[in-house]
């Protein structure tokens, strides 16, 4: 019961964002390989967030 009332983190909106634009770069990849890499770019940027905000909870 807990649990819908929770609120959404940064780090799982991170998370989210992450996976809908891999996604949707896969999605994309047989139609424009330009627009796909430029998506897949993107990912990796949220990836590098990720990872820097699980480092700041490491730390605490």
């Given at each position: 019961m807990n649990i819908w009332f929770?609120?959404?983190t940064k780090l799982?909106?991170?998370k989210?964002?992450?996976?809908?634009?891999?996604r949707k770069s896969?999605?994309?990849a047989l139609k424009d390989k330009e627009k796909?890499?430029?998506?897949h770019?993107?990912?990796e940027?949220?990836?590098e967030q990720i990872k820097?905000?699980?480092?700041?909870?490491?730390?605490n």
């Open positions: 929770k609120k959404e799982d909106k991170l989210k964002r992450y996976r809908n634009l891999m896969y999605e994309i796909s890499d430029y998506i770019s993107k990912a940027e949220v990836f820097s905000l699980r480092y700041q909870y490491a730390d």
